[in-house]
């Protein structure tokens, strides 16, 4: 009898990238829980970047575009230019959970808050 090569059975392994789309999907889920009317057929989708020329110093964390019913969020510049106080795992994801909020007040016209006030703390 032979054994597997690789040994025992390993977890998969999860990297940045996967966490962020988990994270966003999430999220996304939950305000749809909340806002279902308003958030039906609503796409949301991740970019690794903006593919618009951009002003100088301006580098968005996402694009909303309540007519086409579709919200993107910018993957690197979310991930690289957040300014976390504590550089751990939950930081990380309550950043991306932020910009999730905050991208759909914006489509929403309203304010973050005002989404979920017991889950969004920026």
């Given at each position: 009898?032979?054994s597997p090569?690789?040994?025992?059975?390993?977890?998969?392994?999860h990297?940045?990238?996967?966490?962020?789309?988990t994270?966003?999907a999430?999220?996304?889920?939950y305000?749809?829980?909340?806002w279902s009317t308003?958030l039906?057929?609503?796409?949301?989708?991740?970019a690794?970047n903006?593919s618009?020329?951009?002003?100088?110093?301006e580098?968005?964390?996402w694009?909303v575009?309540v007519s086409?019913?579709?919200i993107v969020?910018?993957?690197?510049?979310?991930?690289?230019?957040s300014?976390l106080?504590?550089d751990d795992e939950?930081h990380?994801q309550?950043?991306?959970?932020e910009c999730?909020?905050?991208?759909?007040?914006?489509f929403?016209?309203?304010r973050p808050?005002?989404?979920?006030?017991?889950?969004?703390?920026?």
């Open positions: 009898m032979r090569v690789t040994g025992p059975h390993l977890p998969v392994i990297g940045r990238t996967e966490r962020f789309f994270t966003v999430q999220t996304a889920q305000l749809r829980s909340l308003e039906t057929d609503v796409s949301f989708e991740v690794a903006p618009a020329p951009l002003p100088p110093g580098i968005p964390r694009s575009n086409q019913k579709r969020l910018f993957r690197v510049p979310i991930q690289r230019l300014r106080h504590v939950i990380r309550m950043a991306i959970e999730v909020f905050r991208a759909v007040a914006e929403l016209g309203r808050e005002e989404l979920g006030p017991e889950r969004f703390h920026p």
